[in-house]
T-cell receptor, first 113, second 112 residues
Framework: GESVGLHLPTLSVQEGDNSIINCAYS??????FIWYKQESGKGPQFIID?????DKRQGQRVTVLLNKTVKHLSLQIAATQPGDSAVYFC????????????FGTGTRLKVLA | DAGVTQSPTHLIKTRGQQVTLRCSPK?????VSWYQQALGQGPQFIFQ???????QRGNFPDRFSGHQFPNYSSELNVNALLLGDSALYLC???????????FGQGTRLTVV
């Protein structure tokens, strides 16, 4: 069935270190992927996206890597800050003709002072 | 510029009752999707509305229905509430043809 899963349910990192959050997706035909950040009591907040014709995309302090061969996504956060503490979701969009995003369970990132 | 707004923020209902949740999309957006997020889970797609019609539906029973108005705002209705309907209900809006979805803060529904 369709699924977007995450390898680590909880990730703890020291403030200032780099964080890497991983995600596996199941639909090899998905053409668009997004990382969302969700803080307690709030809706998901867009972080960064990537299309299937790209391998890497960089934003401010964040980088998303896409490995289509093994159907794997990762989100790298540089110099992790306390404000980065949240649950992170990857989401995939199946190919044209469908309009839904498929989310995984999420990874909780805890930043240690 | 207001983002996606949802109301109410919290709601408590009794089993068997009906509930209506509301969403106003981000300015310039004409497409609204609804998601259900159970505690500790990722959001699950319920349905999407565009041009006042349901364009795609996820694996949810007919008790879940919706509506989109000419101003692009939307409602989610759930009939015959079950305890298992307790969740955070999220609304997301996009531009037609766009891909980046913006989410509201959600409505926390508790069924007792």
């Amino acid at each position: 069935g369709e699924s977007v899963g995450l390898h680590l349910p909880t990730l703890s990192v020291q403030e200032g270190d780099n964080s890497i959050i991983n995600c596996a997706y199941s639909n090899s035909a998905s053409d668009y992927f997004i990382w969302y950040k969700q803080e307690s009591g709030k809706g998901p907040q867009f972080i960064i996206d990537i299309r299937s014709n790209m391998d890497k995309r960089q934003g401010q302090r964040v980088t998303v890597l896409l490995n289509k061969t093994v159907k794997h996504l990762s989100l790298q956060i540089a110099a992790t800050q306390p404000g980065d503490s949240a649950v992170y979701f990857c989401a995939e969009k199946p190919p044209s003709g469908t309009y839904k995003y498929i989310f995984g369970t999420g990874t909780r990132l805890k930043v240690l002072a | 510029d207001a983002g996606v707004t949802q109301s109410p923020t919290h709601l408590i209902k009794t089993r068997g009752q009906q509930v209506t949740l509301r969403c106003s999309p981000k300015s310039g957006h004409d497409t609204v999707s609804w998601y259900q997020q159970a505690l500790g889970q990722g959001p699950q797609f319920i349905f999407q509305y565009y041009e006042e019609e349901e364009r795609q539906r996820g694996n949810f029973p007919d008790r879940f229905s919706g509506h989109q108005f000419p101003n692009y705002s939307s409602e989610l209705n759930v009939n015959a509430l079950l305890l298992g309907d307790s969740a955070l209900y999220l609304c997301a809006s996009t531009r037609q043809g766009g891909t980046e979805a913006f989410f509201g803060q959600g409505t926390r529904l508790t069924v007792v």
